[in-house]
């Protein structure tokens, strides 16, 4: 099996062409992505070995997702096929004053009606360095997050470097939060490297501390010093990660990103995005991370590619980060003018 292996759904993806609203559109563009099937590809374009975990329907919709990841290299073996229907969602594209917009139509999905008993964990992951899901793939619901802790658990029992992105997902935190939250919180004694800060953490592991309210607070004291540090001790990871946006538009944006540690925090470099599409924006600086760390970089060399990456992807239509390590190097030793390339 590979190196690194991801886990969670992946979903059908219609949006209406350009930023054309809901109510315009006589057509859809067509994409499939996922948090964790989007950082299956961007890995594996970076030259990694990698595999996916996910349950399927047994139909040409499916077909069109192996299809899709076996294109860009990921190893689709670990698939089981079943159940009714692949989750969709509709993006309604923002631009400038006006916001994205999303609806999900992904109730009774293959991977949501998915048990512990669809998959062969012990074989998937019996020789892998790194294994990443996020806080989507559990919150689906109890059984979904049952299967995703025992990957954890044998991941971990296999030697495995575990990542988690909380991955805060508004409209599947709707009912049942505090079961929810329990079950994500008993995970995190097994991640090693977490993407997220306070709020992040308030919402999907139930966090709190009596002196800050990272829900409604200002958003700067979720990603300081003191409050990264704070979680990284309470859940003992080595790293906690967190991307830092300064929204000047739905158009533009300033991107950054931090990386703490028990001992010290440290900011990388920022760029001015200009915003195509920012949809798996999160996922590719995801995997520039962990391409940067487990390439050997310090966690400084490794959040600047991680930006890097990130940032390239914003200028990228659809769920997935079609670029280089080159050219994310190259972008992240640079000071992003964009000049062009002859």
């Known amino acids: 099996m590979a190196e690194i292996v991801t886990m969670g759904e992946i979903m059908l993806r219609l949006s209406p062409p350009e930023h054309q609203r809901f109510i315009q559109a006589t057509s859809f563009d067509i994409n499939y992505g996922g948090s964790e099937g989007n950082i299956a590809v961007c890995l594996s374009n970076y030259g990694h070995n990698v595999g996916y975990i996910t349950k399927l329907p047994k139909n040409e919709i499916g077909e069109c997702v192996i299809a899709t990841l076996q294109k860009y290299g990921v190893d689709c073996s670990a698939i089981t096929r079943g159940g009714n229907r692949l989750g969709i969602y509709f993006l309604e594209n923002g631009s400038s004053v006006r916001p994205s917009s999303v609806i999900y139509d992904r109730a009774g999905s293959s991977m949501a009606e998915s048990t512990v ?86 919402l999907v592991l139930g966090y709190k501390d009596e002196n800050f309210d990272f829900i409604n607070g200002d958003y700067s004291i979720c990603v300081n010093e003191e409050n990264m540090q704070k979680i990284i001790k309470k859940y003992n990871f080595k790293y906690l990660v967190s991307s830092l946006r300064e929204s000047i538009s739905a158009s533009d944006n300033y991107y950054s990103a931090v990386v703490a540690t028990k001992e010290d925090v440290y900011i990388g470099k920022k760029f001015l995005v200009h915003i195509t599409d920012r949809v798996g924006s999160g996922d590719a600086f995801a995997a520039g991370f962990i391409h940067g760390l487990i390439t050997g970089k310090s966690k400084e060399e490794a959040l600047n590619f991680a930006i890097a990456s990130s940032a390239i992807k914003h200028t990228i239509p659809g769920d997935l980060n079609f670029t280089t390590i080159e050219e994310v190097e190259k972008l992240s030793d640079s000071n992003g003018e964009g000049r062009v390339v002859r």
Request: hydrophobic share 45%; with cysteine.
């Open 117 to 202: 008993d669809d998959f062969d964990f012990e074989t998937i992951l019996k020789d892998i360095k790194w294994f990443h899901t996020s806080g989507i793939t559990p919150a689906l619901n109890k059984k979904v997050a049952e299967a995703t802790k025992k990957a954890m658990i044998i991941a971990k029992k296999n030697g495995a470097i575990i990542s988690f992105d909380l991955n805060y997902r508004a409209k599947l935190w709707t009912k049942d939060i505090d079961e929810k939250q329990k079950l994500i919180a008993d995970m995190m004694q097994y991640v090693d490297i977490c993407f997220g800060n306070a709020r992040d953490a308030a």
